[in-house]
């Protein structure tokens, strides 16, 4: 099957029983308050703004585990977690909310909203508008947009509503030709995804090679294979605006510590936010995922 057959595939299930909970005109509502009612939820956070400063920043993201490896940290605590994130200088965080492959549910978006102060990125395989509603009505700043799992008919679909509704769009690709699309639809935020889909294996010059395609003024977010803080500084050379990073992190015994380090700080020092607006914290990744339905 192709690989849009393949992304798209595991989540229907799951959408459908949330459909069933959630009914699309109550979030239909809660997206469009009647006027002179207040907002039914706190304005977005400014996903993208929060990439832009002094140095390369970094998304640390929330995953409990993944198909291949397992769990990821056992007992994980939301909240502990995304404080960590903060303390260590991530500038956004991004939070699995699919629930068969990779454990997550909209529940830790919502938990990630109450206790965190960083912008937040639902990271799930959006194929469908109701899913924007979802992100949007549990507390979500941005969304991502796989362009291998979309037709670019529901890519530009899809893109258009999440602007809509205030959410930024992180847009990813593997390959030029999905650059394009993604080019094509005004992207304004790519993420450079260095997993290969056919074998899974990764390549930070995925990265460069695709970076230079892009147009000024884009934000592009290198995604997978980030581990030293060598890669952040030759990505920031690069003109790379962020780097997103999870298992690393996830695994760390000290979360806080590992994305110091990682940002090249003294951990025993302490620093914040590593961009100027960027709330508190940095980094997430996609990791390495061997069973053919989960590329997260």
């Known amino acids: 099957p192709s690989a849009r057959a393949r992304l798209s595939k ?19 509502a809660r997206r ?8 039914p939820h706190p304005p977005p956070r400014g996903f993208r703004a929060a990439l832009g400063g002094v140095e390369i920043a ?38 699995l909310t699919e629930g068969p492959n990779f454990g997550g549910s909209l529940a830790d978006l919502q938990s990630a909203r109450s206790v965190c102060a960083l912008p937040l990125l639902r ?25 291998a799992a979309l037709s670019p008919k529901q890519l530009a679909s899809l893109h258009g509503g999440a602007r809509e509704l205030g959410l930024d769009v992180l847009v990813e690709v593997h390959d030029r030709e999905e650059l394009e699309l993604a080019l094509e639809i005004g992207a304004q935020l790519i993420g450079i995804n260095n997993r290969d889909l056919r074998d899974f294996s990764v390549d930070v010059a995925r990265t460069s090679l695709l970076r ?43 979360p ?41």
């Open 212 to 254: 230079e395609a892009i147009p000024p003024g884009i934000a592009v977010v290198s995604e997978s294979g980030i581990v030293a803080p060598e890669q952040l500084r030759s990505l920031e050379q690069e003109g790379v605006d962020a780097v997103l990073v999870g298992e690393a992190l996830m695994r760390a015994p000290d």
């Open 58 to 95: 970094v998304i640390a993201e929330f995953k409990r585990r993944s198909p291949s490896a397992g769990a990821l940290r056992e007992g994980a605590e939301l909240d502990q977690v995304a404080n960590a994130y903060e303390r260590g200088g991530a500038c956004a965080m991004s939070v």
């Open 123 to 147: 990271k799930d395989f959006v194929v469908e508008q109701y899913q924007l509603l979802e992100a949007r009505a549990a507390g979500a700043d941005a969304v991502l947009l796989i362009v």
């Open 256 to 296: 806080a510590g590992a994305l110091l380090a990682l940002r090249g700080k003294d951990p025993e020092a302490g620093h914040g936010p590593a961009r100027a607006g960027a709330g508190d914290d940095p980094v997430a990744e996609s990791e390495t995922v061997k069973l053919p339905s989960a590329q997260l």
């Open 32 to 39: 469009a308050p009647a006027p002179g009612a207040p907002p």
């Open 10 to 28: 595991p989540p229907r299930a799951e959408r459908a029983q949330r459909t069933r909970a959630g009914p699309r005109p109550a979030l239909a």
